[in-house]
């Protein structure tokens, strides 16, 4: 009973963990049309909000990486979440926009730690098998809560203004602190710590195999974030959706995702693995046909833009379940580098993308639907190559047996 309850509070606390660093983006989009106002900024420096804040994240990441391998997830978990309570509280009393700015960076430099090896600590402690479930049921239950925070931020954005995100967010980060210093346990550090050196991260990008692994991830899930980034502007400016209806729209993407990815935990050992990832693939090209539609019409309706998403969000719970896994044990001495560079990877692309897309932005879907598709296409090879490539199939089924 004892030890069932310490999993299960350990589990709690990496929810928690993943929920803060999902609403630190989520809760946060819906009031820039408010702050655009109150700092009166072009759309390009409203995203610079986010893509300063992925800066920030991915700077800290290849260091969050290495020194988790050298002493331990917690104590780096730790000094993440108070970087982040501490820029919080900067953001929330900023006079300016280059202090909202600044404070910002630091929210993405502190919340990388746990956003990145709060899925160690699973990986950890599981073997593949068991990882791949729990992976499932933990985005399930994320997305599902990442689903709510554009609802839970329009209100905050409507009643509180922009500086309710930040005090949300600065709660949220002490009451995460409190239980990660309280349930997480302490990982046995090596015994022998090299002193950190870029060159640590060569032999990840030597493996052709994992480096075709963080490719399809990074493109699969960069449609997603310019999608976020850029749609409080498009469907609360262009398109004439409040804010108190905003939410659901981009909410429901994130319900959709995270309903599969439940769904999916239930069946994941039932069915062939590979057989899967060749259906989830046919998906998105019926997500790309539909996007494209919608792109090439330039829609101004709102749901219809919203609908089209469907099939692509749904295609990506089976590649992101299975294949995030294999990527963290692909090198299983260097978990905390190979997520690391994952992570940094699709920050640096998303950050960029939606920069392009900000400055291509022209009040309509069309621009912002054209970059997107752009990936969708990058996603849709890459996991054709990963499954015609021998090293990877074999790792599959050296670690689960349901895949040949």
Same mark, same amino acid.
């Given at each position: 009973?004892?030890?069932?309850?310490?999993?299960?509070?350990?589990?709690?606390?990496?929810?928690?963990?993943?929920?803060?660093?999902? %609403?630190?983006?989520?809760?946060?989009?819906?009031? *820039?049309?408010?702050?655009?106002?109150?700092?009166?900024?072009?759309?390009?420096?409203?995203?610079?909000?986010?893509?300063?804040? *992925?800066?920030?994240?991915?700077?800290?990441?290849?260091?969050?990486?290495?020194?988790?391998?050298?002493?331990?997830?917690?104590?780096?978990?730790?000094?993440?979440?108070?970087?982040?309570?501490?820029?919080?509280?900067?953001?929330?009393?900023?006079?300016?926009?280059? +202090?909202?700015?600044?404070?910002?960076? *630091?929210?993405?430099?502190?919340?990388?730690?746990?956003?990145?090896?709060?899925?160690?600590?699973?990986?950890?402690?599981?073997?593949?098998?068991?990882?791949?479930?729990?992976?499932?049921?933990?985005?399930?239950?994320?997305?599902?809560?990442?689903?709510?925070?554009?609802?839970?931020?329009?209100?905050?954005?409507?009643?509180?203004?922009?500086?309710?995100?930040?005090?949300?967010?600065?709660?949220?980060?002490?009451?995460?602190?409190?239980?990660?210093?309280?349930?997480?346990?302490?990982?046995?550090?090596?015994?022998?710590?090299?002193?950190?050196?870029?060159?640590?991260?060569?032999?990840?990008?030597?493996?052709?195999?994992?480096?075709?692994?963080?490719?399809?991830?990074?493109?699969?899930?960069?449609?997603?974030?310019?999608?976020?980034?850029?749609?409080?502007?498009?469907?609360?400016?262009? &398109?004439?959706?409040?804010?108190?209806?905003?939410?659901?729209?981009?909410?429901?993407?994130?319900?959709?995702?995270?309903?599969?990815?439940?769904?999916?935990?239930?069946?994941?050992?039932?069915?062939?693995?590979?057989?899967?990832?060749?259906?989830? =693939?046919?998906?998105?090209?019926?997500?790309?046909?539909?996007?494209? +539609?919608?792109?090439?019409?330039?829609?101004?309706?709102?749901?219809?833009?919203?609908?089209?998403?469907?099939?692509?969000?749904?295609?990506?719970?089976?590649?992101?379940?299975?294949?995030?896994?294999?990527?963290?044990?692909? %090198?299983?001495?260097?978990?905390?580098?190979?997520?690391?560079?994952?992570?940094?990877?699709?920050?640096? &692309?998303?950050?960029?993308?939606?920069?392009?897309?900000?400055?291509?932005?022209?009040?309509?879907?069309?621009?912002?639907?054209?970059?997107?598709?752009?990936?969708?296409?990058?996603?849709?090879?890459?996991?054709?190559?990963?499954?015609? =490539?021998?090293?990877?199939?074999?790792?599959?089924?050296?670690?689960?047996?349901?895949?040949?």
């Amino acid at each position: 009973m004892t030890q069932t309850f310490s999993k299960g509070i350990l589990l709690l606390t990496i929810i928690l963990m993943d929920l803060l660093a999902g %609403m630190e983006f989520d809760l946060f989009s819906p009031s *820039f049309p408010e702050l655009q106002a109150h700092f009166c900024l072009t759309p390009f420096w409203v995203e610079a909000l986010l893509s300063v804040n *992925f800066i920030g994240y991915c700077l800290s990441l290849f260091f969050v990486g290495s020194l988790a391998d050298r002493y331990g997830r917690k104590v780096i978990i730790v000094i993440g979440l108070l970087i982040f309570i501490i820029s919080s509280f900067l953001c929330l009393s900023s006079p300016s926009y280059s +202090i909202l700015l600044f404070g910002r960076f *630091f929210q993405g430099a502190g919340i990388a730690a746990p956003a990145i090896l709060s899925f160690l600590i699973i990986a950890d402690s599981y073997p593949l098998k068991k990882q791949q479930s729990l992976f499932a049921i933990l985005n399930g239950i994320m997305n599902a809560s990442v689903g709510v925070a554009p609802v839970i931020g329009s209100y905050v954005s409507l009643y509180f203004h922009w500086q309710g995100t930040f005090i949300t967010l600065l709660l949220f980060g002490v009451v995460t602190l409190l239980m990660t210093l309280i349930f997480i346990p302490h990982t046995k550090a090596p015994e022998h710590r090299e002193p950190f050196s870029i060159r640590e991260y060569l032999p990840i990008f030597k493996s052709k195999s994992l480096v075709l692994l963080i490719l399809k991830m990074v493109f699969s899930w960069t449609p997603y974030w310019i999608f976020v980034g850029m749609s409080p502007l498009l469907y609360m400016e262009a &398109l004439g959706v409040s804010l108190s209806h905003f939410g659901y729209y981009q909410g429901a993407l994130a319900s959709v995702f995270a309903l599969g990815s439940l769904f999916f935990g239930l069946i994941i050992n039932r069915y062939n693995q590979k057989k899967m990832l060749y259906s989830s =693939n046919y998906l998105l090209i019926v997500g790309l046909i539909c996007i494209t +539609i919608i792109t090439f019409l330039n829609s101004s309706n709102a749901l219809l833009i919203t609908v089209s998403f469907i099939p692509y969000i749904i295609a990506g719970v089976i590649p992101s379940t299975l294949l995030y896994p294999i990527c963290l044990n692909f %090198m299983p001495k260097a978990k905390g580098r190979v997520s690391a560079t994952l992570r940094g990877t699709h920050l640096i &692309l998303s950050a960029l993308s939606l920069q392009l897309a900000g400055y291509f932005y022209r009040g309509s879907f069309q621009n912002i639907g054209i970059i997107i598709s752009g990936f969708i296409v990058l996603s849709v090879i890459t996991l054709f190559l990963i499954l015609k =490539n021998q090293e990877i199939m074999r790792f599959f089924e050296e670690k689960n047996g349901n895949f040949s």
